[in-house]
Structure formats: structure tokens, C-alpha cells
């Protein structure tokens, strides 16, 4: 049986890249990397176009198999993709529905949010945002509550995100939440959330955020 060689597109600041990183990390698996930087265009240029990802984005899974190379993009697929067949995704098929209910929910309404607050404000700087990224300030900052407010009430009474246990759903949200003081959000509003990031940051294989 042939092995899978994983290298990861990534910019390490990026919580969508990290929770690839992450996943990999607590499962053991072997991950290179290369970084681009998405400030300067890196993913923008006709080779990576070509080559990576058409669409211009990372985080950007390539997996290599005998004389194979595929590319997938998209930071929860390529999550699903390497702990399939793993404890990361549990047993059970509400589980698993839950599971990815919370995944839908941190690309939906966390991330759109709490990350791009978080890039706005600590990369680009509020004196550089444009006018209409301005007028969308009040609204993202509302809605990052909200989701945070959502999962605060959640961890109120569960340990984990779903399951159980430690699953995707918990790396999904991880990067992002972890960091939400850098987009403005008070980390102190929120025990359950403080106690969740404990456990994470606890767990076997855990490696920090670049």
C-alpha cells in the first residue's frame, strides 16, 4: 500500500490554515509546508493559479500518492480528509451531522466575523481600511458576538463542541476563537469559551498558532 505525502499551501497566519496544522498535529501525521504571503498576492500569481488553487485561496491541501498529485482546497475538507477513519470525527450519525453542523457554523457566522475583524484590524490597521470595510465594522463586530454568544451557551453545559469529545468541530472553531481578542472581542465575556481553549491547548500533540 502506497503512502500519502501531505504538503500544506498556507500563510501561518491564517486560522484556516492552523486548523489543518492542528489536525494533523494531534493525529501525528506528517505535514511540510509552504508559505506564501497573501498580502503581497503571493496566491494571486498565474502559477499558483494554474498550479494550486484557480480560485486564488489557501489553505490548499496537496496530497501526494505514488506518482499522483491531487490538490484540495478548502480548510474543512482537507480536515475531514485527513482525520477521516479517525477519533476526530465520531460514531453515530447525528454525531457526525452535529459535527459538521458546527463546521458549517464557523464558516457561516464565526469566521466571515471574528476572523475578518481580527485580519482587518491586527494586518491591515483600521487607519487602512476602506470606507465601505469601515461602514462594516459596527455589523461584523454585532455578529462575532453573536456566534461567540452561541457557542458560549453551548459550552455552558457540554465539554466539547459535539460528540463528546475532542472532534473537528472543536479544531474548526479553535484557531479563530482562540485569537478573537486581536479582532476586539473580550475573551473575559466568556468562562465556557476561556475553559474550552484550556482543554484544547491541553490536548496530546497540541501546537500552537504561528
Not at 466571515?112 to 470606507?131: D, K, Q, Y
Not at 465539554?159 to 481578542?181: C, K, N, Q, S
Not at 476586539?184 to 484544547?200: C, R, S, T
Request: glycine share 8%.
Amino acid at each position: 500500500m502506497m503512502t500519502e505525502r501531505y504538503t500544506l499551501h498556507e500563510d501561518p497566519r491564517s486560522g484556516n490554515c492552523y486548523k489543518i496544522k492542528l489536525t494533523a498535529a494531534l493525529l501525528g501525521i506528517r505535514l511540510e509546508t509552504r508559505q506564501y504571503d497573501i498580502m503581497a498576492g503571493e496566491t494571486r500569481t498565474p502559477e499558483f493559479l494554474a498550479n494550486v488553487n484557480r480560485n486564488g485561496r489557501i489553505p490548499v491541501l496537496q496530497i501526494e500518492e505514488g506518482e499522483q498529485t491531487r490538490f484540495l482546497p478548502e480548510s474543512n475538507a482537507a480536515c475531514w480528509y485527513l482525520a477521516s477513519v479517525s477519533a476526530l470525527i465520531p460514531e453515530g450519525k447525528f454525531a457526525q451531522a452535529d459535527m459538521l453542523r458546527w463546521m458549517f457554523f464557523e464558516q457561516y457566522n464565526h469566521e466571515p466575523n471574528v476572523a475578518t475583524l481580527r485580519f482587518w484590524l491586527r494586518f491591515v490597521g483600521e487607519g487602512n481600511l476602506s470606507e465601505q470595510q469601515k461602514q462594516m465594522l459596527p455589523a461584523k463586530r454585532a455578529a462575532g458576538i453573536d456566534a461567540l454568544n452561541v457557542m458560549e451557551e453551548h459550552l455552558k453545559s457540554a465539554r466539547w463542541m459535539a460528540g463528546g469529545a475532542v472532534t473537528l468541530a472543536d479544531i474548526a472553531l479553535f484557531p479563530y476563537t482562540h485569537v478573537a481578542e486581536e479582532g476586539g472581542f473580550g475573551l473575559d465575556d466568556y468562562p465556557a469559551i476561556k475553559d474550552w481553549i484550556g482543554q484544547m491547548q491541553s490536548l496530546p500533540g497540541f501546537i500552537p498558532m504561528d
